[in-house]
Every structure is written in structure tokens, then in C-alpha cells.
């Protein structure tokens, strides 16, 4: 389950105890590679996780929600969500899948910041995040179909010339 | 009874003040923001997707044409992101060179934002001091890369080619010359009276929204959150140089004008320093011809000019990336742009735009 346990730094170690402790149940899979670590949950765990982790463990500044997409998993997308400590300035990911079609609750509700991100991730992927006060497309236009950083939107469209 | 109506303006994406192509739509009463709706996406051109069809080298060309005003800082994140995965390790020589094109293009990119904010606010005599030491900025660069604007400076594992003969001497002339030229804008800006009267306590954002809002760099050092990504995750050689980490306290335009000013000459110092100690060897790593990381995935941020630059890249181990994201500091920093400016006069939302020092061209991506 873990790949390389031995080297995990020790203020890691307590974190992901600590996380381990009180979500026990909804950890799907930790992972620490390159210096960094993640945790992966089960969708419908994901709120009181992030406000744990803002509150208890003091992950108080979201810095980025993004998603990819495997069209061959059954859990098609994956979202990730970077957390940084302003305080102790650790960096964690925090992973969860999704079928196409569910929907994430919105994190609007623990960070601000989560509004223009979740928008651009709905814009690009077509997730839906259950919560969120305003979910348009950000940088495509109202009209435009498609999602096109999904892996079955073409980089070229249709009847133009490759270049 | 007095009848309240609200007008609906719309500034931008072609207004001179918005830096581009940025549209903000106000609902005014007389001459008041009520409420406001910023609109991005004009110069959306899809660099992640590109991306995920360019190999590793062929993505760091792109990465010019996010921040633009600030070239080589973004692909000094793509380049390390890349070592990161490869655990390619940088020769020193190098490491020093990247830090001094970086700090450079810090200062660079600040020139540019203070002559157009004060431009924006009604100095018009700025503009053309700032353009003018930006020039032996832009030289500098043309000297080592051969372009000014989209410089293309980096290789993944250090740099194309030594820094030619007189880049020692020319950056060292700069270094001389440019705290002088600082005090300069102090003495036209700091102190004057319509200066202060267009900034002082215009567009204030407390520590606590700052955080939540998610801004970063000068914007978020305004608000008095001393945090800066070079001291508190330090990358390349950054440890190694002695800098302060300037805050404001009130949160407001005056207040990130001053840590921008004041941002520059740290960067000048930091340059000082590099080329004081700067080693001689080596300037790129051992680096296979194709470049094919491991899978797996990894998440590195810079500090830009305008705040926290993060690359966020999932490999599957061919030599395609699988998935590139790029965190741009602009587009978090510009959600804090409604809370800065509902309840302030339509006068003072130029000058919160400009002190946030927005790029469109890595907002949109």
C-alpha cells in the first residue's frame, strides 16, 4: 500500500496518522512519492476530510483543484486538490475518483478561492460540484459544446487543416 | 423619496486600464461599485490540451507565451517540475545562471507593472523611465538567448549554452545602476501627495480573505501574510542567498506598490549575490536525447512576479506528458479583484486592477 514507508519524513508520518486515525473507513490509498504525499478518498468523505485538514492540521490555503481524466477507468475522472500550510509549509495532494456523471460537493463552502477553480474544472471536464453558488463555464464561451480537456475531444476539430 | 438606480458598465476586454483582454462588468449606483462580475477567458488558446500533444522539450517554448511579461520565470517552473520527475540533478553554474535570467525577469516584469499602473492612475512620466531600464533588461537577455520577449533560456537539465563573454559585466553595470533609478521612482511616487490620495486605503483586502481568496506574491504580502515560495519551499538555489521577504499591513494598493518596490531591489540584491559567487563548470546535466520520465506524478511551484506559479504533471512514462496543469498565480489572485472593489468608486477600480498585476495571457492559458 505504501511505497517507500521508510523514508516518509516524520512530520508526513504524523499527518497521515493522524488523518489515518480519523478516516480510517474512507482511505481508499496513501502514496508518497517524489517528496509529496497523497491521500485518496472516497468521494462522499471529502468535505470533512478538507476541513479537517484545515482545521486540525492547519492546511489552511487551497492552492490549486484540478481533475484528470483515463477514459478506460471505470472511475473515469480523478480530482485533485493541492493543500498548502501557510503556517508549517507542507504541501499535500488529496485525491478522489469519480464515475462520469457524479457529481463532487463544491469546496466553495471551506475556501474561497475553490469558485474560479471548480468553474475552470467543470468548464474543461464537465464535472458537476454539487454546492457551488455560480457553476458556468469560465474561459469557453456559454455556447461552446464539449469539454475539451477531456482524452476524447480531438486536439484539432473536425475538417480543419492539422497544422 | 429619493429613486436609486443602478447602471450596468462594461469595462473591458477592450478598455487601455484592463491589461489586455479582461472584462468586468459593474452594476453602479452613481458612482459607486454595488457589485461587480470580472469575464475571462478572451485569449483562452487551450495550453494545457497543447500539452498533452508536445513532448517535454517541446512544451517549454509554450510556456513563454503564459506570463508573458515574465518568460523565463515560467519556464524555470516547467524545466524543474521535469527534473523533479527524472531526479535530474542541475550542475551549480547553472543553477546560478537560471537564478540571475529569473531575478532579472522579476524585475523586469515589475517595471512593466509600475509604469502602467501609474499610468493608469494619471503618472505619465513613469512609463517611459520604467520601459527604458527594462530595455537593458530585455539586452541582457537577447545577449544570452537571442530573444527578448519569449526568451526560451532553459533546457530540462540546465541551459543550452554558457552565458557569452561581457553578461558578467553587463548584469554587474545593471546591478550599479538600477537602485539608483529605484530611489528615482520613490521620489517621483512615494511621497506624492495624489499618489497617496489615489491609493492609500483603496481596494483593501484583510490577511483572512487574502488566504481564503487563495492570492499570492505581492498581493498576498500586501495584506501583512509574510510568505513567499523561495524562502518557505525553497527551489533551485535560493537557500543559499540572503533577501527579505517585504510585507504591507493594511492590505491596500499603497500597500503592494510598496512590496513590489521594494521586491525589486531584493531582486537586485540577490543578483548582486549570485554574481559575486557565481561558479564556474559544467551548465547542463547528463540528459538522455529522449526524454521519457517515470511514471508518476509531481507538483512544483515557483515563486513568479505575480505570485505561486505551480506545475502539476501526471506521467505515464512515455515521452508525452499525460496530463499538464498549470496553477497560474493571476487567475487565483483576480477572484480577490469583487471584494477589493464593491463599495469603492469606479475611479479606484483601475487602480486595483493594476495593483494586482494581472497577465490575461496566463489567466486564460
Same mark, same amino acid.
Not at chain 1, 477514459?71 to 472511475?75: C, D, Q, S, V
Not at chain 2, 513563454?64 to 506570463?67: A, M, N, S, T, V
Not at chain 2, 494619471?122 to 513613469?126: A, I
Not at chain 2, 501574510?225 to 513567499?228: G, I, P, R
Given at each position: 500500500m505504501m511505497e517507500g514507508e521508510i523514508t516518509l519524513p516524520d512530520f508526513f508520518q504524523n499527518i497521515l496518522n493522524k488523518v489515518k486515525e480519523n478516516f480510517s473507513q474512507s482511505i481508499v490509498e496513501t502514496k508518497y512519492a517524489f517528496g509529496e504525499l497523497t491521500i485518496k478518498i472516497k468521494h462522499e468523505f471529502l468535505i470533512p476530510l478538507m476541513q479537517f485538514l484545515k482545521e486540525?492540521? #492547519?492546511?489552511?490555503?487551497?492552492?490549486d483543484i484540478t481533475a484528470v481524466d483515463y477514459? =478506460?477507468? #471505470?472511475?473515469r475522472f480523478e480530482m485533485v486538490y493541492h493543500l498548502f500550510s501557510l503556517k508549517n509549509h507542507y504541501r499535500i495532494r488529496v485525491k478522489t475518483e469519480i464515475k462520469e456523471g457524479e457529481k463532487v460537493s463544491s469546496m466553495t463552502k471551506v475556501w474561497g478561492s475553490a469558485n474560479w477553480l471548480e468553474r475552470e474544472v467543470y468548464d474543461m471536464f464537465g464535472i458537476e460540484f454539487e454546492g457551488h453558488p455560480d457553476l458556468r463555464r469560465i474561459?469557453?464561451?456559454? =455556447?461552446? =459544446? /464539449?469539454? +475539451?480537456?477531456?482524452?476524447?475531444?480531438?486536439?484539432i476539430g473536425d475538417g480543419k487543416q492539422p497544422y | 423619496m429619493v429613486q436609486v438606480r443602478e447602471i450596468v458598465v462594461n469595462m473591458g +476586454?477592450?478598455?487601455?486600464?484592463?491589461?489586455?483582454v479582461f472584462r468586468i462588468k459593474l452594476w453602479l449606483d452613481g458612482e459607486v461599485v454595488v457589485k461587480s462580475e470580472p469575464i475571462i477567458g478572451?485569449?483562452?488558446?487551450?495550453v494545457e490540451k497543447l500539452a498533452e500533444h508536445r513532448t517535454y522539450a517541446q512544451f517549454t517554448p509554450i510556456t513563454? &507565451?503564459?506570463?508573458y511579461l515574465a518568460a523565463i520565470s515560467n519556464e524555470l517552473g516547467w524545466v524543474e517540475a521535469v527534473e523533479k520527475l527524472m531526479g535530474i540533478e542541475v550542475p551549480q553554474r547553472a543553477e546560478y545562471i537560471r537564478v540571475i535570467l529569473t531575478e532579472l525577469t522579476r524585475i523586469a516584469s515589475h517595471l512593466v507593472w509600475l509604469g502602467t499602473h501609474a499610468l493608469d492612475i %494619471?503618472?505619465?512620466?513613469?512609463v517611459l523611465y520604467c520601459f527604458r531600464e527594462r530595455e537593458h533588461i530585455l539586452d541582457i537577455f537577447e545577449m544570452v538567448? /537571442? %530573444?527578448?520577449?519569449?526568451?526560451?533560456?532553459? &533546457? @530540462?537539465?540546465?541551459?543550452?549554452q554558457d552565458v557569452p563573454e561581457g553578461f558578467v559585466d553587463k548584469v554587474k553595470e545593471f546591478v550599479e545602476v538600477f537602485p539608483k533609478y529605484l530611489s528615482d521612482y520613490h521620489k517621483l511616487l512615494t511621497n506624492n501627495r495624489i499618489w497617496l490620495k489615489r491609493?492609500?486605503?483603496? /481596494?483593501i483586502i484583510t490577511a483572512k480573505d487574502a488566504i481564503d481568496l487563495g492570492l499570492s506574491g505581492p498581493s498576498i504580502r500586501g495584506s501583512g501574510?509574510?510568505?513567499?515560495v523561495r524562502k518557505?519551499?525553497?527551489?533551485?538555489?535560493?537557500?543559499?542567498f540572503d533577501f527579505i521577504v517585504p510585507t504591507g499591513e493594511v492590505g491596500d494598493v499603497y500597500d503592494r506598490y510598496m512590496v513590489r518596490m521594494e521586491e525589486m531591489r531584493q531582486s537586485c540584491r540577490i543578483i548582486e549575490q549570485a554574481i559575486k559567487s557565481l561558479p564556474s563548470g #559544467? @551548465?547542463?546535466?547528463?540528459?538522455?536525447?529522449v526524454i521519457k520520465p517515470p511514471a508518476g506524478e509531481v507538483y512544483h511551484s515557483i515563486e513568479a512576479p505575480k505570485g505561486e506559479l505551480g506545475y502539476y504533471i501526471v506521467s505515464d /512514462?512515455?515521452? @508525452? +506528458?499525460y496530463r499538464v496543469r498549470i496553477r497560474p498565480p493571476s487567475f487565483v489572485n483576480l477572484q480577490g479583484i469583487s471584494k477589493m472593489i #464593491?463599495?469603492?468608486?469606479?475611479?479606484d477600480v483601475v487602480a486595483v486592477i493594476g495593483s494586482l498585476d494581472i497577465v490575461l495571457g496566463e489567466i486564460d492559458r
Open positions: 486540525e492540521l #492547519e492546511f489552511d490555503y487551497l492552492t477514459p =478506460e477507468r #471505470e472511475k474561459l469557453l464561451s456559454d =455556447e461552446w =459544446e /464539449g469539454h +475539451p480537456l477531456r482524452k476524447d475531444y480531438p486536439l | +476586454p477592450q478598455h487601455p486600464s484592463t491589461h489586455g478572451y485569449l483562452h488558446r487551450g513563454d &507565451r503564459l506570463d %494619471g503618472v505619465m512620466t513613469l538567448t /537571442g %530573444g527578448r520577449l519569449t526568451c526560451h533560456a532553459f &533546457r @530540462i537539465g540546465g541551459l543550452p491609493t492609500k486605503n483603496v /481596494g501574510v509574510k510568505w513567499d518557505s519551499n525553497p527551489y533551485s538555489v535560493y537557500s543559499k #559544467e @551548465i547542463c546535466a547528463k540528459v538522455p536525447k /512514462g512515455s515521452t @508525452i +506528458p #464593491e463599495g469603492q468608486l469606479v475611479a
